[in-house]
């Protein structure tokens, strides 16, 4: 993968890489990699995955490995600033969707998608051509929720190179879709960006919490009073556990002779 043309701050948040991006910056590199045909994975990230980094040593490679780690969740942000980055800012999955696509529409650069439903993918992408009339949607496949086999996965990596796409979104959900993007690193010949669950919000099925919420980072409260039994566990018991991590891990390097 392309190394990124412009250097930006990157900061340990319990261990796990998370890199001080923007819109602009992100979306030139992506499309930078896209255009060259390059096969690389985006992390959208959130504190859902820092936890799950924490906990799990061999996730946290993967993250690590990923040509980009975006700060998705406002908390993450926020901790930026706190390890020194002042001027870092979010980067969120469902808005870095729709500037891509917006790009690469005028760009003439195939995107693809894969993930959530056939109705999700059907309903989100004829939203998004509608808004973006010149966007060639060149792959879109929703697999099945079980464990893909070998030859089913070999279809699928042949499947998405044959289509030209150069951009992949992929919509499996943390920690799940990371782990697919970076196993597929080199063997898919695009730029794969996890981008949760932005699939079901572009297509109209979920709605986003409003702006105010996003900006006091409460996104999550919004999020589990919608979806309480799938996402309890996430917010109510992740959520606590950074702030008690990451406060540790802030008065542990502001201690004298800490490096």
């Given at each position: 993968?392309?190394?990124?043309?412009?250097?930006?701050?990157?900061?340990?948040?319990?261990?796990?890489?998370?890199?001080?991006?923007?819109?602009?910056?992100?979306?030139?590199?992506?499309?930078?990699?896209?255009?060259?045909?390059?096969?690389?994975?985006?992390?959208?990230a959130t504190v859902n995955n820092v936890i799950e980094a924490y906990d799990d040593p061999a996730y946290r490679q993967v993250m690590d490995g990923a040509d980009l780690v975006t700060p998705d969740g406002v908390p993450l942000v926020w901790a930026l600033r706190l390890l020194g980055v002042d001027g870092a800012t979010r980067v969120y999955g469902p808005d870095l969707t729709p500037i891509l696509c917006e790009r690469a529409a005028e760009?003439?650069?195939?995107?693809?998608?894969?993930?959530?439903?056939?109705?999700?993918?059907?309903?989100?992408?004829?939203?998004?051509?509608?808004?973006?009339?010149?966007?060639?949607v060149a792959y879109s496949h929703s697999p099945?929720?079980?464990?893909?086999?070998?030859?089913?996965?070999?279809?699928?990596?042949?499947?998405?190179?044959?289509?030209?796409?150069?951009?992949?979104?992929?919509?499996?959900?943390?920690?799940?879709?990371?782990?697919?993007?970076?196993?597929?690193?080199?063997?898919?010949?695009?730029?794969?960006?996890?981008?949760?669950?932005?699939?079901?919000?572009?297509?109209?099925?979920?709605?986003?919490?409003?702006?105010i919420l996003q900006r006091l980072g409460l996104e999550w409260l919004f999020r589990l009073l919608n979806e309480p039994r799938r996402l309890w566990r996430r917010y109510l018991y992740r959520n606590p556990r950074f702030v008690a991590l990451f406060t540790v891990q802030l008065?542990?390097?502001?201690?004298?002779?800490?490096?």
């Open positions: 993968m392309g190394s990124l043309s412009a250097v930006v701050p990157t900061r340990r948040v319990l261990g796990m890489r998370v890199d001080a991006t923007s819109y602009q910056h992100a979306t030139a590199e992506i499309l930078r990699w896209g255009s060259l045909g390059e096969s690389g994975y985006v992390c959208i760009l003439g650069v195939p995107v693809g998608f894969y993930g959530g439903t056939p109705e999700v993918l059907e309903a989100m992408a004829a939203n998004l051509v509608r808004r973006y009339p010149a966007l060639q099945p929720f079980r464990p893909l086999t070998p030859d089913e996965d070999a279809r699928v990596a042949a499947g998405i190179n044959r289509s030209g796409a150069r951009i992949l979104f992929v919509g499996l959900g943390a920690p799940k879709q990371e782990r697919w993007m970076a196993e597929r690193k080199g063997a898919v010949e695009a730029v794969m960006i996890g981008v949760g669950a932005a699939f079901d919000f572009l297509a109209g099925r979920k709605r986003q919490a409003p702006a008065v542990r390097q502001r201690l004298p002779g800490a490096s």
